[in-house]
DNA sequence: GGGCCGAATGTAAGCGCTTACATTTCTTTT
DNA sequence: AAAAGAAATGTAAGCGCTTACATTCGGCCC
């Protein structure tokens, strides 16, 4: 249906009919649009009059093709079917929005080779700047974004010590935080439940986080169980479930985000035990799902809207050369919830 | 950082680089990427190489300029701060990039102005199609769409009667359904929570539903207590407070949608009510949420997923002209669960 | 072997815009 | 009031690709 008819030029004005019935050459038509400043109002006025009158709106390929810019942000996150970077991508989003600039949103689905392609992808498409999640990544896929010169920022994250900039929180000292937390409220049979750790950094630190806090505690740190699995909530439970078969069962299952967390506690409850009396549960990340369940669970928030800001401002900066390009620590909270009590 | 070089051109290999390197036209090399079966193995061969060696990708932008097409189908949608339509997006792209196309996504906040103006902005930057939820917006709207001659298909919808085709369930027998179940129960004071009907089609079809069901059960649908209110699960909470302070009180409670639900449902027992022995209460969509919460919401169930790829691929053939462009009917499903019981 | 035809490839004209540079117009300055 | 300089505008050359049309090539028929 609506098959394109070859005469578009008929229904979509170019800058040559604006500049037409402006009565001035494309040249001022196209500088009314980018750089208003730099043409007089009276002209620019009347260039104006005609824009609305045609109902023109600049074409997006040639205008990227010829200022060699798309004003593109192009961020990959693992996976869209989630809550976690949806908060923060709209706060991206809507940051990018008020610099002119878009967002182009893809997902990897956890896969690194897929996250690879869509990189390229995106780069193709000319994205002048690319929001990454994690640091972790082939060393050739960061070459290849060196050669090319596009700006990379990494969000979710925070290490100072990588060499893209991040904008984002120490997954490791708020595990640690949130560790030690558990262990001043009594527990010594600690068990983890983490999110799969080989091509996941953010997982990997949490994990850390966990064994410093333990440590700290005067307990063996490699002593420490921690089940690894997928990110669904029915996956969670399932760890929980094989966690808590030997005996002693630990007093208090960490897990490295809420998701997790929620599939543990539905399988304590499932198994009749009692949250906190029986065991401790705790998540991270603070989704919205956190306050809900019964008891509310325990968690690490995330100020994730905050962070999608400042990484969308940092970004587009280091994309228009204005502005320092180092790494933004955030700072995560505790939120003490239901879920963690006293051990028996 | 990494400022932009003038020559880039020594940097990114253009198709006159790869033409040199095979010793062919530049239009055999376009013709390898965009239609292979056109040149000869052996030619293609070369070029295919060529390549592969110089690490070759064509511009995006130079490459939509000269065949005016993008490849894009831009998806609008009121909000992705929240999981409703992650899922299904997620189908979409995934359906599109495997033909070959990009999914671009804005999100309008539930804003009838802010959609307009991202439905122009989609469309200035070249979308092929694109994907609207909700039949409902303004005309001028739908006639710069056709004089644009971009194809328009509707999601998270189905009415045959409206000019736009669409993809998507019933939403008012969809509800109906679902307060003939509340009604068979043996509820007969039913309250109704819903999003705001002004700007949503859905949530006005929704109602209309539980209005139906209603009139069926002999009730007068006009005495039908409505509240209505924001998409958030705190709002639902204080909806429901209101709700249930007159006396007789509803014995069920039926919510335009999961969320709204889930804040009546902690708001109830957060008021020391028991659910469903003193209150039932209803969602619909069927989110991730519904089966975390004690007890389970009892839910309309939508096949997000299914919806996204059945979209995703009718709307490209709208685009590429090949297909039919009829309106689809998906079914949707009572999840009968805890949230429901007989009244007292 | 000449003529014909279809397939493979090449030539070159844009696609709609930006921008370096040239030209014109207006301010200043002396 | 003329010269010099700055500001506003115009001219035209691309940006990197696709594609209509022209050309070449090779196979086939008579």
Redesign the interface.
Known sequence: ?????PN?TE??PTVADVARRAGVSTATVSRCLNAPQRVQVKTRDKVMAAVTEL?Y??????R??AA?R?NTIGAIIP?????IF??G??AV?EELGRAGA?L????SSYQPALEAEQI??L????ADGLMLIGHQRDPEIYAFL??????VLVAWAYDPSQPKPSVGFDNRAAMRAMAAEVVAHGHRRIAVISARQADNDRARERVLGVRDAVAEAGLDPTALPVFETDYA?EAGGAAFKEMVAPSPAPTAVICGNDVLA?GAL?AA?SLGMDVPRDISITGFDDI??A????PALTTVHVPHREMGELAARRLWQ?VT?DGQ?GSLRLETELRIRGTLGAPA
């Open positions: 249906m609506t098959p394109k008819t578009l229904l979509v109902g709106s600049p074409n997006f390929s040639a990227s093709l060699r798309t996976t869209m079917d989630n809550a949806a908060r991508l709209q989003q878009t182009l949103v893809a997902s390229r992808a780069v193709a498409r000319g060196d050669r090319r010169q596009v700006p909530i929620i539905r409850q919205e799902l306050t809900v369940t019964t280091m050369g390009a």
